[in-house]
């Protein structure tokens, strides 16, 4: 890069090379390649439980499970989120499925099925939850 002096004469000022990230280089380097490290395991690891789900050919298991209560989550006043929270018998552990308005008002008791897949790589999956038909014993109950 040229200057021009008091003379008006170009002045050829020296050239430095520039690290990456200047003073900072090597700590925000490490910062930046650890974050796409991180990143880029999350990708992978979103993809693998899709490929678990969309390759399983497995036949459908249906289990009796408990309804919990109904979400409608809203957010930033312009998106709303809608799950069902469940929970499979003998386990303490509650499950949150994604579902719609429609398919919430299906559900007259607290009692549901789930469709659980075995999943191409091992891990078990919930397709669908559906309501549990009423019988005449869930009539007298109430």
């Known amino acids: 890069m040229a200057t021009k002096d008091e003379f008006g004469e170009a002045v050829e ?3 430095r090379k520039r690290r990456a990230f ?3 280089g090597i700590l925000m380097t490490l910062v930046i390649r650890l974050g796409f490290l991180l990143i880029g395991g999350v990708i992978v690891l ?4 899709t490929a678990n789900a ?8 249906f289990r009796p499970v408990e309804i919990v ?6 957010h930033s006043f312009l998106f709303r ?3 069902i929270e469940y929970r ?3 386990e303490t552990q509650t499950l949150k499925l994604l579902s719609s308005p429609a398919h919430m008002g299906h559900f007259r008791t607290k009692r549901g099925v789930a469709e659980v897949h075995a999943g191409r790589f091992g ?3 919930v397709k669908e939850l559906t309501p549990k038909p009423a019988s005449e014993s869930d009539e007298r109950v109430r």
């Open 123 to 125: 891990w078990p999956w």
């Open 13 to 15: 000022l020296e050239a």
């Open 88 to 90: 499979l018998p003998g």
């Open 46 to 49: 979103c993809w693998c439980l």
């Open 54 to 61: 969309l390759l399983d050919k497995s036949k459908p298991e």
């Open 69 to 74: 209560e109904f979400w409608s989550t809203t």
């Open 22 to 24: 200047a003073a900072h």
């Open 81 to 83: 989120e809608y799950e």
